[in-house]
Antibody, heavy 125, light 106 residues
Framework: QITLKESGPKLVKPTQTLTLTCTFS??????????VGWIRQPPGKALEWIAV???????RYSPSLKSRGIITKDTSNNQVVLTMTNMDPVDTATYYC?????????????????WGQGTQVTVSS | DIQLTQSPSFMSASVGDRVTIICRAS??????LAWYQQKPGKAPKLLIY???TVQSGVPSRFSGSGSGTEFSFTISSLQPEDFATYYC?????????FGQGTRLEI
């Protein structure tokens, strides 16, 4: 059974740093073709992809992060951590992590097949 | 960035109806497109990937087609549990992007 769960603070102040942890089970980031990504959704708005890290340490970021974000993995503990600096009220959203399937035959991402339940983060003073 | 435009943004339908949602990409994305369903307060659920491959465990009433810049998603016979918001997602190139969503209501 594959599960993912996000954890982190529910409230951060503007300019502070947000650290979110995705703890997963049922798969390993040692396996070829596997990644974990972060996606966020502001209240009442659409989904926005933020970042992804793959089994081979490749990392990709959305330009919207403007170099504020870093994604890392702890393969032994089945965790992926997203750190975002200089948080702003516009970063208020529900943050999801998801397993990412990468097709090494086509060299493209296939899909985001399993998602965590999401964690709500509010940025406010 | 590749922009995805879904139409319609809102749709009203009834149980048993056949509904189709269109997703247009701002440039050619081949078949690297997925569709997700999201219910209020819940995480998105993968329904379709590679434009037309139905994810394991997803009912056969859901289908997808298209390639290049125009894609469609169809529910052949709406069930009560299908009323939700649907998103397309392009996986052809980074940054990965989503459409703005189509809200399907009774």
């Amino acid at each position: 059974q594959i599960t993912l769960k996000e954890s982190g603070p529910k409230l951060v102040k503007p300019t502070q740093t947000l650290t979110l942890t995705c703890t997963f089970s049922g798969f390993s980031l040692r396996n070829s073709g596997v990644g974990v990504g972060w996606i966020r959704q502001p209240p009442g708005k659409a989904l926005e992809w933020i970042a992804v890290i793959y089994w081979d340490e490749d990392r990709r970021y959305s330009p919207s992060l403007k170099s504020r974000g870093i994604i890392t993995k702890d393969t032994s503990n089945n965790q992926v951590v997203l750190t975002m600096t200089n948080m702003d009220p516009v970063d208020t959203a529900t943050y999801y992590c998801a397993r990412v399937i990468y097709d090494t035959g086509t060299w493209h991402v296939d899909n985001f097949d399993y998602w965590g339940q999401g964690t709500q983060v509010t940025v406010s003073s | 960035d590749i922009q995805l435009t879904q139409s319609p943004s809102f749709m009203s339908a009834s149980v048993g109806d056949r509904v189709t949602i269109i997703c247009r990409a701002s440039q050619d994305i081949s078949s690297f497109l997925a569709w997700y369903q999201q219910k209020p307060g819940k995480a998105p659920k993968l329904l379709i990937y590679a434009a037309s491959t139905v994810q394991s465990g997803v009912p056969s009433r859901f289908s997808g087609s298209g390639s290049g810049t125009e894609f469609s998603f169809t529910i052949s016979s709406l069930q009560p549990e299908d009323f939700a918001t649907y998103y397309c997602q392009q996986l052809n190139s980074y940054p990965i992007t989503f459409g703005q969503g189509t809200r399907l209501e009774i």
